[in-house]
């Protein structure tokens, strides 16, 4: 039987089967099963989420789990209303700080991560351990320190207390080590060093085109690592109306916790929340490269 | 470019050029060296001192002023003797055992599926496992929450209707299984990717011959597959082992909706406890440096084990 998946292969599929009488197309009907499963395990968190946000409070404890519910449209608006609009601030807020923070660790990332595969210099050995050092740091644990340096420049409590940190990616910086001593030819640089072009120059026009997909990988990367980060925004913001979307709903969970009332808020909130970003998983799959984090290994 | 100059003037500029080219790959690391000494390096110094620092009463007779004075290791023998710490790293460690395997083995299992020739639904499988990886953290411990709220849980939901007793996963020692299961569910997809694009890499003609010797499709993937798989999977590991010894967000999100879980339920909770609510900031720091280096030992013991140069060598 043909299948009318597009299978995404890459490498041509075998023609042989290697057994003479075999049918060319068996069915597989085990792997799909599994995957199916798999599926299902991951899609079910998520459909409970967009269907729990259309019950009403009272709906919400009474009717099956997955049974839709009358209150969709008076959820969105307790939301939007909640707080004097906190919710739309806290959405804007994580746009903010996964917006900016990623696009600058992306540059500063690729700026670094070329030097340090494309130039030899003295201390590149330690700039590379030092930064293998901060990928294996749990970042986390730097928190509270951040946060008491934070307070002593007077940050602490501001937009700044967390963009700033998270805008050195050692992670981000690895990878695009990686990549760039993949993607730009030395031969390359080196001819447009001899017509004249200064290291400024060969950089931007002739690394950062062959530089792009790996750039829009760690951006994706550090966007969604900012977008989920909750201790960092938690220990630096203590100004409700600056929270991102994860410290926001954190909060609405633990007041609601003696008020069921705000149930049906945290179960909105949290479906509003994370459309945005399957959304942009799905439609920018195609330009994730993960083959880098596997393919700057040594088997 | 042309090259139109007389002799004086190029050598002028060769020498410029030189300098630049030796100034250039520090212009390009100035950034990153900036931001990495201010936010990594400077801050686990100053955890450092602090750990080493401490108020004690100074001065005599019941009216002694508290001042911060160097304690030597005081604060490390209070982390290390510290009963609620010690349990922390236990509860962490059930958990780890449960979370770190039933990932990988998960994505290791998936992506080898995703690899088979002519599977159904792989497309639709692999979209679908990689979308919790798009699911903040505290999101999905609260989507969850919520599914194991004997409330609003559909399994009990269910074994109500049929009349049977609620089904209770959010105490005891079920709990771990409970809150690992977050964690896998948030991980899986993002490990079986990378897994996945690193099978993808391997050329098809490795298993032709095994093909035609008459391999099944089971040999191929334990005997081929996986070796040569083997670092993606030492590295997917290792960010496991990492995020597993960082676990704050989920079971503090769990909080409320359970008496199981302690204020100081993992280290990290802990060392939050010690800094925000006690105010003990030089014990916090204390435990910081302890958590932080005991990742990064666990993470080279592991990269020492697994005797691969995981990270390419320069």
Not at chain 1, 245 to 272: C, F, M, N
């Amino acid at each position: 039987m043909a299948t009318t998946t597009v299978s995404p292969a890459t490498r041509p599929l075998p023609t042989a089967t290697g057994r003479p009488g075999a049918p060319a197309h068996p069915r597989r009907i085990v792997p799909t099963l599994v995957l199916l499963i798999g599926a299902l395990y991951c899609l079910v968190p998520v459909a409970w989420v967009v269907i729990a946000s259309t019950k009403s409070n009272s709906e919400l404890f009474t009717t099956f789990t997955f049974a839709p519910g009358s209150g969709l449209w008076d959820n969105l608006r307790d939301l939007f209303s909640y707080g004097g609009g906190q919710f739309a601030q806290w959405a804007l807020n994580s746009l903010i700080f996964a917006g900016f923070g990623s696009v600058a660790c992306t540059l500063i990332s690729t700026m670094a991560g070329f030097a340090l595969a494309k130039y030899t210099f003295p201390g590149r050995q330690i700039v590379f351990y030092a930064i293998l050092g901060g990928v294996l740091l749990p970042g986390i644990t730097l928190a509270i320190p951040q946060y008491l340096l934070m307070s002593e420049i007077g940050l602490a409590g501001t937009y700044w207390s967390v963009l700033l940190p998270s805008l050195i990616s050692p992670f981000g910086i690895y990878l695009a080590r990686v990549y760039a001593g993949a993607a730009v030819p030395s031969e390359t640089m080196e001819a447009a060093r001899i017509d004249g072009a200064g290291d400024a120059r060969v950089f931007t026009a002739i690394a950062l085109p062959m530089l792009v997909p790996g750039m829009v990988t760690i951006f994706l990367l550090q966007f969604v690592s900012i977008w989920n980060n909750f201790l960092l925004p938690f220990i630096m913001l203590s100004d409700e109306r600056m929270y991102p979307l994860t410290v926001g709903l954190y909060t609405l969970l633990s007041k609601g916790s003696g008020t069921p009332s705000l149930y049906s808020l945290a179960i909105i909130g949290a479906a509003v929340a994370i459309i945005p970003l399957v959304v942009m998983m799905l439609v920018l799959q195609r330009y994730w490269r993960l083959d880098l984090i596997s393919g700057g290994l040594k088997g | 470019m042309s090259a139109e100059t007389t002799a004086a003037p190029l050598e002028r500029r060769t020498r410029r050029r030189q300098r630049a080219r030796w100034v250039a790959p520090y212009t390009f690391l100035l950034p990153a060296g900036i931001l990495f000494i201010a936010f990594l390096a400077i801050p686990m110094v100053y955890a450092l001192y602090l750990s080493f620092r401490g108020l004690r009463v100074t001065g005599d007779g019941p009216f002694g002023i508290q001042e911060e004075t160097w304690v030597g290791l005081s604060n490390y023998v209070a982390t290390f003797t510290d009963p609620e710490f010690l349990a922390g790293f236990g509860r962490l460690a059930i958990y780890g055992v449960i979370a770190v395997p039933v990932t990988l083995g998960l994505a290791l299992t998936f992506a080898l599926l995703l690899d088979l020739p002519r599977v159904r639904g792989a497309r639709f499988a692999r979209t679908a496992i990689f979308i919790p990886y798009a699911v903040p953290g505290v999101v999905a411990s609260l989507l969850w929450g919520f599914l194991y709220l004997p409330s609003t849980s559909p399994a009990n939901w269910l074994l109500g209707q049929l009349g049977l007793p609620e089904l209770v996963v959010l105490e005891g020692g079920i709990l771990f299984g409970s809150v690992a299961n977050i964690a896998i569910w948030s991980g899986v997809g993002f490990n079986m990717i990378i897994i996945y694009t690193s099978l993808r890499g391997i050329p098809g003609d490795v298993y032709e011959a095994a093909r035609i010797d008459g391999a099944s499709e089971w040999d191929i993937a334990y005997r081929i597959k996986i070796p040569l798989v083997g670092p993606a999977l030492v590295l997917t590991g290792l960010f496991a082992l990492i995020g597993t010894l960082q676990v704050y967000g989920e079971p503090t999100t769990l909080r409320p909706m359970t008496n199981a879980i302690s204020q100081t339920w993992v280290p990290l909770m802990k060392i939050y406890r010690d800094a925000f609510v006690r105010d003990d900031l030089s014990l916090a720091a204390a435990s910081s440096v302890v958590l932080a280096l005991g990742t990064l030992v666990l993470s080279v013991l592991l990269l020492r084990i697994t005797q691969k140069r995981t990270f390419g060598e320069s």
